[in-house]
């Protein structure tokens, strides 16, 4: 059980977190989280205050909303606070909003309220004063009781009327919306933002207006701030007087009077949500009686009368463009569906894979097709479903390639002695370097992080490198002609001798980094250890060909007649001995350090989820000099799974079943003392 002093650190690193995110978001316009984590977080903190009492900070977000304003703009209070919205995510949040909603007021049960509906768009809350109807000034939302004073970047939107005549128009008003990018005007300003809700943050904090005016901002109504002698009795008719008095509304507004279809117009609502004019991340149900509005009030910094409920930030629709066929280090083929942008948690995905041939024919995918695109945490996003009532009418079936696009060489599947199957992966038949894609995925692996480790000799570098003939082969990299790179756009004397000093810094790399650099098939990090542990020193390695016993590696506890096999087709080809044999000249490569006697010797770890402060290489490292060892499934040879920020729940399922210790990050330091 966690003590009070662990109980308030943790609220702490999580208030700072959340500080640190609502500055990017609102201050910044740049996050760095998707709105779900963000929801997350916020929720994990306010669940701790309820369930410790004596945890309480000023920057809690039960108190605050958004980020101070910046210091470009005046700052201005305003007369009545910019709040936010609590959050529901499925019916018994919605049913529990009701029900406190009606207790609250006391009221019978089957009491029914009737919702004002609106969709939540993804832009920037902005508050308008008008005076005998002409608009004095704008500002942003900023912590929601102080905001920035953006009057003359607000005044070169269109949408936002500058002087109402209508005879009905109050004195003195403040008028609250959304100021957004419609996604067909993102598509020219997408290489400066990463996604419309940035684009329109970023242009309306402009210093100067006439930079705002630049970009086709728009402004759509939704309520109302200061409002003296109102007499509206409802929501609803409040939206249509903003229409009356030439205010943009929005047109999916509606009227909702059951928790049931409240549910059912979201789940329709989030289908078409994709093919709208501009993003949206949720509906706001209000209550549409005004009166109860002012009778339920706020709660900390949220109205009890409303919610925002959020739509899944997982998963998209989009169209598929085409298909594209990439070619890997292995040769294997994956088709990846080129889709029409589409922002899904905040990211906006253009690419999304169909994984095999067997993949696209089981759901029968289609160039054309509406298709459901799922992306969750640092998965790749694929393709869920297809949206058959969409379907082109002339749309015709996917035929799958049985010729490698780069090489022209057949492609095959192979036969898996184990399952007695096929794979369902194709293949380019081509071996060694002979096939140009597999080549350039064979260097960047070579060069990558885990392997040589070259910093600033990234992928676009191995790309450009290529491109102009100067890599063929991993040797090439250390025979570059660096007054030929100088020459290049984008590179200069310090930019080379940068890469200069990277790569030669390269070049003292163990032997077990050394055969994982080689990219063989099915050998990856731990295999490659555990051959340079079996075989101990660099020389014995050099010396294996076609002749070498390759049956001695059978010895080893976690190799098989699968890697085996592939480490023998590996050296069958000369070319590839010629690598070795020239790699082996150009790098200083060290025996592996043996260490048996650690704090963890004979404990296995496996790691899932994102870890804090340090890469999954260095707490591998740490592990391994302490004598421990590091298993790439969770099975019953599993002692410890060490647990970061999103991990794959199904591992943590499976390590509960087999009665494995689960450690966090912190736990796993005090193990090593």
């Not at 609102?26 to 998707?34: D, E, V």
């Not at 945890?55 to 201005?76: A, E, M, Y």
């Not at 070619?327 to 589409?342: F, N, S």
């Not at 999103?646 to 450690?663: F, G």
Request: hydrophobic share 35%; with cysteine; net charge positive.
């Amino acid at each position: 059980m966690e003590d009070k002093t662990s109980i308030k650190k943790k609220y702490i690193d999580k208030i700072k977190k959340l500080k640190k995110h609502n500055e990017l978001y609102y201050s910044k316009s740049k996050p760095i989280i998707s709105d779900k984590d963000y929801d997350e977080l916020k929720l994990s903190i306010i669940n701790l205050e309820k369930k410790y009492s004596y945890l309480n900070h000023k920057d809690s977000p039960s108190k605050i909303v958004g980020f101070k304003p910046s210091k470009n703009f005046t700052k201005q209070k305003h007369k009545v606070p910019m709040l936010s919205l609590s959050n529901v995510f499925n019916r018994e949040d919605l049913t529990n909003f009701e029900k406190k909603i009606k207790n609250y007021l006391n009221l019978k049960k089957n009491q029914i309220f009737e919702y004002s509906v609106e969709p939540k768009i993804d832009g920037i809350s902005a508050s308008l004063t008008y005076k005998n109807g002409s608009f004095v000034s704008g500002l942003s939302r900023g912590d929601g009781y102080e905001g920035e004073l953006i009057t003359e970047n607000l005044r070169t939107i269109k949408d936002i009327p500058k002087f109402i005549n209508a005879k009905d128009f109050p004195q003195n008003i403040e008028i609250r919306g959304e100021v957004y990018i419609e996604k067909k005007d993102f598509e020219k300003l997408k290489e400066k933002f990463a996604n419309p809700r940035n684009a329109a943050s970023g242009s309306l904090r402009q210093k100067y207006s006439s930079e705002t005016k630049k970009i086709p901002l728009k402004f759509i109504a939704y309520t109302f701030g200061q409002f003296d002698s109102n007499t509206f009795q409802k929501q609803s008719d409040f939206l249509i007087f903003l229409k009356k008095s030439g205010f943009k509304i929005c047109k999916y507004n509606n009227l909702i009077s059951n928790i049931d279809d409240l549910i059912k117009n979201h789940e329709n609502f989030e289908k078409k949500r994709y093919e709208l004019e501009y993003d949206v991340d949720g509906l706001v149900y209000k209550i549409n009686d005004l009166n109860l509005q002012q009778r339920l009030g706020f709660v900390g910094n949220a109205p009890r009368w409303a919610a925002a409920h959020k739509f899944s930030a997982a998963s998209s629709f989009s169209k598929i463009l085409k298909i594209d066929i990439q070619v890997g280090r292995t040769g294997a083929l994956t088709p990846v569906a080129k889709i029409k942008p589409v922002n899904i948690g905040g990211v906006v995905v253009s690419n999304a894979t169909l994984h095999n041939e067997d993949e696209i024919n089981k759901k029968d995918i289609r160039v054309g097709d509406i298709v459901q695109i799922e992306r969750a945490g640092d998965v790749i996003p694929h393709v869920i479903s297809v949206d058959l009532k969409k379907r082109p009418s002339k749309s015709i079936r996917y035929k799958f390639p049985d010729k490698c696009p780069s090489c022209g060489s057949q492609v095959e599947k192979e036969f898996n002695n184990q399952t007695k199957k096929y794979d369902a992966v194709k293949r380019c038949s081509s071996e060694g370097y002979s096939c140009e894609k597999i080549a350039i995925e064979k260097i960047k692996h070579f060069v990558s992080k885990d392997a040589l480790n070259i910093d600033g000799f990234g992928k676009k570098v191995v790309e450009k490198f290529w491109e102009k003939k100067f890599i063929r082969f991993p040797q090439d990299i250390f025979k570059l002609d660096y007054n030929k790179i100088k020459e290049l756009d984008g590179w200069g004397q310090q930019s080379v001798n940068n890469l200069k000093y990277s790569i030669n810094k390269s070049k003292n790399i163990t032997l077990s980094k050394f055969i994982f650099s080689l990219g063989i098939r099915h050998i990856g990090q731990e295999n490659a250890k555990l051959i340079a542990k079996h075989l101990q020193n660099k020389e014995k390695f050099f010396k294996i060909n076609k002749k070498f016993n390759f049956n001695l590696f059978l010895n080893i506890d976690g190799i098989g007649e699968i890697q085996i096999s592939s480490i023998k087709k590996f050296f069958s080809i000369k070319e590839n001995l010629e690598i070795v044999k020239n790699l082996s000249s150009d790098l200083n490569i060290e025996n592996e350090n043996l260490n048996n006697e650690g704090k963890f010797k004979n404990s296995t770890f496996m790691i899932t989820g994102k870890l804090q402060s340090m890469s999954r290489a260095e707490i591998k490292s740490i592990i391994e000099k302490n004598s421990g060892k590091i298993l790439s499934s969770v099975s019953k040879k599993l002692d410890y799974l060490i647990v970061g920020e999103k991990p794959t729940i199904k591992k943590i399922n499976q390590a509960k079943e087999l009665n494995i210790k689960v450690l966090n990050q912190n736990e796993l330091m005090k193990l090593l003392n």
